[in-house]
């Protein structure tokens, strides 16, 4: 229980493993719970699977086990008991050894049981000389002696199919009702003999099937025998999941029952998908192999809209939080440095030939960009909506010595609603102030207005170009600019823009390596 697997397949047949193999393939955590009872088990060979004709049933199981391992996917023995679905929409499988495994999905892949009817011998000799299918089994008795026990209303039609595989077909009339007229002439027309009466015993000599004897003592010479099984879901998983099986109805005669689903395997229960005879009674090895390839990938597309839907919410949270001064906070407190400690490379690139004057230094976290302005003469105002992060500010400035710490004037603000003087500064520097597309937009045309005539605007970002490029940089392209944008917001009346660029510079990744990452520069001089 202390892992949660994103699926939990609950049977390792061919609908199950090939579930797994795509799941496993997309990258999802993946355990295959299999009890070790396959269906076809009696079959000695697979067929009508293309690439793998003729194929026995075992050595197709281990292939698919070996390939679903190899791409991470886990396998345990057992048999599930019970399953259950929690509050929180995770399902709870519990073994029938009392382990209980944990999971974001389920795939029912339990199979069908063939529920034969009920004649003394029939039964050992399923999936030998007894068959039902003649496209899994015909070729293999072809010309040989095959009767066909009827049990249902589709036996001669069963008896006609099978006839294209040998000359040589009885018709067991199991239950002696009378055949009406146009299916005795069916018969007759195809030179299908029929016998008439119950059928109490298959005749074994050795370890042959040699024929039925009837109630009356008579004995017919075969070698194989036809059989039109119940088909019945194995469905005490589903069942304590709360999904019910259904009748599945066939020309007017039930032949057996399956779990519903959608074609994409999903049932009526949120999260439980089904595949294979579990759904589809007809579904032959390679039929439930594909259901099993398109359940996967349902599931997988499933889990994606989940965690892209958590992810948006995610996102809108940081988006609505991460501006807040409980968030600045949070960072500033975890660290006793965040910034590196050196001025912002383009303030040192665009104010070292300004003449000093006045200058506000918006967001000035631990106060680099102000002590390197102060340093150089200006009279600084320092904003910052962190307490910690101008504290720590206050503190550079003094080891920078009283004359500089005497030119700055630190100010606990968040600018948002903080009322600035228009017109009051010679140099407005804004550094990496990401915030949400209005909000941002409201916020620089108010530091536009703070500019004195003649002042410069520096107005610097992350560019969006980074998010192509930038392995493990904050992915916000919503509060991402370039600078042409900020640029077109000013009026060129007003305004003499001097730089409006991408501009590179060198960074270490979070591994260590040397990239070239690029800065959104706004240079604008207001207009005397």
Not at 208 to 229: E, F, H, K, N, Q
Not at 376 to 384: E, H, I, K, L, N
Not at 464 to 485: G, I, K, S
Not at 493 to 510: F, G, I, L
Request: glycine letters at 10%; one cysteine or more; aromatic letters at 4%.
């Amino acid at each position: 229980m202390e892992r949660t697997y994103d699926v939990i397949v609950v049977g390792g047949g061919a609908a199950g493993l090939s579930g797994a193999l795509a799941l496993a393939r997309a990258r999802r955590s993946v355990l295959v719970v299999d009890d070790g009872r396959p269906r076809n088990a009696p079959a000695s060979h697979v067929h009508n699977y293309l690439g793998r004709e003729g194929t026995p049933p075992a050595e197709l199981l281990a292939a698919g086990r070996a390939e679903i391992a190899a791409y991470g996917a886990e396998i345990t023995g057992g048999r599930v008991a019970n399953a259950a679905r929690e509050d929180d929409g995770r399902f709870v499988v519990t073994l029938d050894d009392g382990r209980a495994l944990r999971a974001r999905r389920l795939l029912l892949a339990t199979g069908l049981a063939d529920e034969l009817p009920d004649v003394p011998g029939l039964a050992g000799r399923w999936g030998r000389d007894v068959l039902h299918c003649p496209y899994c089994h015909g070729w293999e008795v072809r010309d040989r002696r095959i009767g066909v026990l009827a049990t249902g209303p589709h036996a001669v039609e069963q008896a006609c199919l099978w006839r294209q595989w040998t000359e040589n077909v009885v018709f067991l009339n199991h239950h002696a009702a009378p055949l009406p007229a146009d299916d005795a002439e069916r018969l007759a027309a195809r030179r299908i003999a029929v016998a008439d009466g119950q059928v109490a015993e298959v005749e074994v000599t050795g370890d042959t099937l040699t024929g039925v004897r009837l109630a009356s003592g008579d004995v017919i010479g075969l070698d194989v025998v036809v059989v039109a099984p119940r088909f019945t879901a194995r469905a005490d998983v589903a069942r304590s999941l709360g999904l019910t099986p259904v009748e599945v109805e066939k020309n007017g005669h039930m032949v057996g029952s399956r779990i519903p689903a959608e074609p994409t395997g999903a049932t009526a229960v949120p999260g439980v998908y089904v595949a294979g005879n579990t759904a589809d009674l007809m579904a032959q090895v390679i039929t439930a192999g594909a259901a099993g390839l398109t359940t996967g990938a349902a599931i997988n597309m499933d889990l994606v809209a989940e965690e892209t839907a958590e992810a948006v919410g995610a996102y809108r949270l940081a988006m609505g939080t991460m501006f807040e001064e409980a968030a600045w906070e949070e960072r500033y407190q975890s660290r006793p440095a965040v910034w590196s400690g050196r001025p912002n490379a383009q303030l040192v690139a665009e104010a070292a030939d300004l003449p000093p004057g006045r200058a506000l230094d918006v967001g000035s976290g631990e106060g680099a960009d102000a002590v390197w302005l102060a340093g150089r003469g200006w009279r600084v105002t320092g904003t910052d909506i962190s307490a910690t992060a101008l504290k720590r500010a206050a503190g550079h400035a003094s080891d920078a010595g009283p004359e500089v710490a005497a030119r700055i004037e630190w100010v606990h603000a968040d600018l948002r609603d903080h009322p600035l003087p228009e017109g009051a500064y010679d140099l407005v520097s804004a550094h990496y102030m990401h915030l949400p597309v209005e909000t941002r937009r409201a916020l620089y045309a108010r530091l536009a207005a703070a500019v004195a005539p003649g002042g410069v605007l520096l107005i610097v970002g992350h560019h969006p170009l980074d998010l192509l490029t930038v392995a493990h940089r904050q992915h916000l392209p919503q509060a991402m600019f370039t600078a042409e944008e900020v640029a077109a917001s000013l009026d060129p009346a007003d305004w003499e823009v001097t730089a409006a660029e991408a501009r590179p510079r060198t960074a270490t990744d979070p591994e260590g390596h040397e990239i070239t990452i690029r800065d959104a520069v706004l240079v604008a001089r207001r207009r005397a």
